[in-house]
């Protein structure tokens, strides 16, 4: 089983849309999580951090089911300027290295 | 806002051919990364250092690579003898915190590594 997996997309949505992406992690162990943002060719930049209880900034909302180990990202009221890949990352058993998701693809159109 | 360097932005070598790739890491942090991502594939973790020494490393990182803070501005990945797997863009990162749950690592621009 992949460590993190995610939808690869692409997400095709307009200006103005509410669009959710999920992902599973498999190591139990794991306490700490992420999404981060990649465009095209640049390096991943942090988006928020996602908490047990939940958590917003701004139009992004983020979710974590320990449980299920399963991580969610809501995006409400999408700009073009959303448009990118979103890792979701999970620390390591030891706490230091990161581990990426393959990326959901997300494109905002007008 | 302090951000992490990389140098050189694309670099194309010959197989066999070792290759230096530099990073200057945000001034206050301790704690440094390499990733590297294959075109199209995820980011993976190689290898992370903390007061000269190597923390943790993946199974990527074999024989083949090291790393050195030859000075206290630089950190560098050393490939000793590059394959064509190789190829991939490599990602320099920073924290103060070497635990993810409480401090964010701030990544580099990448180097592009051709290996022909």
């Known amino acids: 089983r992949k460590e993190v997996e995610q939808d690869p997309g692409p997400f095709n949505v307009p200006e103005g849309a509410t669009v959710a992406f999920n992902c599973t992690y498999s190591n139990s162990a794991s306490q700490s999580f992420f999404w981060y943002r990649q465009d095209c060719r640049k390096e991943p930049k942090l988006l928020m951090s996602v908490y047990s209880s939940g958590n917003e900034d701004g139009r992004f909302t983020a979710q974590l089911n320990r449980a299920s180990q399963y991580i969610s990202l809501l995006i409400r009221d999408s700009k073009l300027s959303d448009s990118a890949t979103y890792l979701c990352?999970?620390?390591?058993?030891?706490?230091?290295?990161?581990?990426f998701g393959k990326g959901t693809t997300l494109s905002v159109s007008s | 806002e302090p951000e992490v360097t990389q140098t050189p932005s694309h670099q194309v070598t010959q197989m066999g051919q070792e290759v230096i790739l530099r990073c200057v890491p945000i001034s206050n942090h301790l704690y440094f990364y390499w990733y590297r991502q294959i075109l199209g594939q995820k980011v993976e973790f190689l290898v992370s250092?903390?007061?000269?020494?190597?923390?943790?490393k993946s199974e990527i990182f074999d024989d083949q690579f090291s790393v050195e803070r030859p000075d206290g501005s630089n950190f560098t990945l050393k490939i000793r003898s590059t394959k064509l797997e190789d190829s991939a863009m490599y990602f320099c990162a920073s924290s103060q915190d070497p635990s993810p749950s409480t401090d964010t690592q701030y990544f580099g621009p990448g180097t592009r590594l051709t290996v022909l």
């Open positions: 990352v999970v620390n390591n058993q030891a706490g230091t290295a990161l581990i």
């Open positions: 250092f903390y007061n000269n020494e190597i923390s943790e």
